[in-house]
């Protein structure tokens, strides 16, 4: 049976959208060299014009980094620090509904997830940091570790003021200052969270934000003022930047792409396991790192698992992504359908077979609807690249030696997802899976505390945890903080 619900949008009068909006540099909104314009990826309507930052503001942006980190916040103890980020955390709780809406409207991503997920865990990010920031000297890193100056960072768009939590959080904790450059696609949030910086009285220059392109983020990551550059978005742009750190010395952490497995065994809870399937490739349209893109799922319960997987699928609602029982929104950007069209024909002309979810596309925006291969070898490009779309890939296994070995036969190593009821297997699973986070019978479970980052292609460092604070200090040095 078939439940039909009515419409129950979000109301939008919340935001007040500027016509334009400057760069965020030394605590005020300038102008830049050029403008571009972001837009509302479910409708195509443009929502507001946004500045291009070229080298020249990229370089006013570091130099009140530097000014900022040498004359206030290196020297600033870390509990008046904390004070700051413990403020953030509050203004992001008070605008929480105001930032759900406008990430929604600029991303696309259904607003029960912006709502319940990506602005709760960011402002989690703020408090959990906000902790850190006086026991830096009890962490594990030695008795007074330094911070490391300014940090260049860049940020991807499928989590925008999220990525931006991980990335800020600990940077300010820790005593450094930042350059921030959001996606080009989904600038706004962060936009809105600078004006947060501002009600928080944060000191001119701790956080800058420059909105702009990949030149933008290139001229952030090469600019000699820089000391440290971390990056998230996708693996060949992470190789472009590791090259150009390699030469200069600065610190560098990445956090790039992943083709993630998620294991089922024949004695999983059947249920549950579909709904973590779900979960796993069908939350935020599937633009997620850790996504568990690739199914792998025991042979004796292939079928059946996969009859009851499509029922599922046949549930989801895909559309308007401000209304509240959505739960499948708009792909971000044209770009981006363009690259999910191309690898999902690769998989029929490669010989997997295509199923999708009977769902009416609208007319207007980005859509793709939520879709399974079956019938796909390890050889196939949708087993082995990131889609970074609704589309799950389904192997098969025998043994769990078997499991491993596909799971593993992949460059990346970001996260994977073990389903059975059995402790044992859990373990001997996680233990052999190279992957950076595995999940047991549950998947895409996040927490400040708990540190993430990938194995091989998909990244080192950590974000999150004690060990996410490593990346922002020198831990080699000395000195007060
Ligand atoms: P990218 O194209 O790599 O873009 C990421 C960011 O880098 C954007 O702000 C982009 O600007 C900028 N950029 C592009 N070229 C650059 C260059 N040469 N130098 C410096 N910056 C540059 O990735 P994407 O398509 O936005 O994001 C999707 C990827 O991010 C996926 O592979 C996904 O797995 C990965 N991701 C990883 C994680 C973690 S935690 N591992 C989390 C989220 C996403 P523009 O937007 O203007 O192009």
Known sequence: MRFEYAPAPESRSIVTLRDSYGLFIGGDFVAGSSVFKTISPATEEVLAEVTHAGPEDVDRAVAAARQAYERIWSVMPGRERGKYLFRIGRLIQERSRELAVLETMDNGKPIRESRDVDVPLAAAHFFYHAGWADKLSYAGFGPSPRPLGVVGQVIPWNFPLLMLAWKIAPALACGNTVVLKPAETTPLTALLFAEICRQADLPPGVVNIVTGDGATGQAVVAHPGIDKVAFTGSTSVGKEIARSCA????????????????????????????????????????????????????????????????????????????????????????????????????????????????????????????????????ANRIAREEIFGPVLSVLTFRTPAEAVEKANNTPYGLSAGVWTEKGSLILWMASRLRAGVVWANTFNRFDPASPFGGYKESGFGREGGRHGLEAYLDVLGGGDV
């Open 247 to 378: 030469v200069s010395g600065k610190r560098l952490t990445l956090e790039l792409g992943g083709k993630a497995a998620n294991v089922v065994f024949d004695d999983a809870p059947a249920d549950q396991a579909v709904e973590g399937i779900v979960n796993g490739i069908f939350f935020n349209q599937g633009h997620v790192c850790c996504a568990g893109s690739r199914l792998l799922v025991q042979e004796s319960i292939a079928d059946e698992l996969l009859g009851a997987l499509k029922r599922r699928m046949g549930t989801l609602r895909l559309g308007d992504p401000m209304d509240k029982n959505t739960d499948v929104g708009a792909i971000n950007s044209r770009a981006q359908l363009d690259k999910i069209l191309e690898l999902t024909a690769s998989g029929e002309t490669e010989g997997a077979q295509r199923w999708s979810a009977p769902c009416p596309l609208p007319d207007r925006g980005f859509w793709f609807p939520p879709t399974v291969f079956t019938g796909v070898s390890q």
